[in-house]
């Protein structure tokens, strides 16, 4: 047996599109932008982003429809999907070249952001307390194992 999951910390990049399919099950898409900083070996900051493409199955992409836009920081966990003929990511041609994107299927979409606020509207990173660590609330370094 095989299993692969991936969380994903990030801000959305547009508003959710919803749809509907043939069968009547409700799917939602939208892209997250997930950053990180650091200083590379020259000194230099660099900034680096990464973008997926995530779809959201059936209530919770009613709900991620509704509450979720454009800027909201998220979390999301669930498994890559890969293209069905490379099993790659998929490759695309743009304007400025050749690209390609993670796409993910979603099991768990936790918003951040709060209620109605996205990153860009003050909300200063501040993250919703609902995501439990394991350690019951307490911050305590003492409690990591290693």
């Known amino acids: 047996m095989s299993f692969h999951t991936i969380i994903i910390v ?3 990049g547009r508003d959710p599109e919803m749809r509907y399919t043939p069968a009547g099950q409700a799917v939602t898409n ?3 932008a997930s950053s990180r900083k650091y200083t590379n070996s020259n000194g230099q900051l660099v900034e680096e982003t ?3 493409r995530i779809a959201v199955w059936g209530k919770q992409a009613e ?4 509450y979720l836009k454009k800027g909201s920081k998220v979390l999301v966990e669930g498994r890559l999907v890969p293209d069905a003929k490379t ?3 998929r490759i695309w041609q743009g304007q400025n070249g050749p690209g390609a994107s993670f796409e993910v299927s979603a099991l768990t979409v936790r918003f951040l952001s709060s ?4 990153e860009s509207e003050g909300d ?8 439990d ?8 370094d003492d409690n990591i194992p290693f």
């Open 10 to 12: 990030g801000n959305l």
């Open 30 to 32: 939208f892209s997250v």
């Open 50 to 52: 990464i973008w997926f």
């Open 63 to 66: 709900t991620c429809n509704q």
């Open 87 to 89: 099993g790659c990511p």
């Open 115 to 118: 209620s109605g606020r996205s």
């Open 124 to 131: 200063n990173g501040h993250e919703n307390e609902q995501y």
């Open 133 to 140: 660590n394991g350690t019951g609330g307490a911050s305590s």
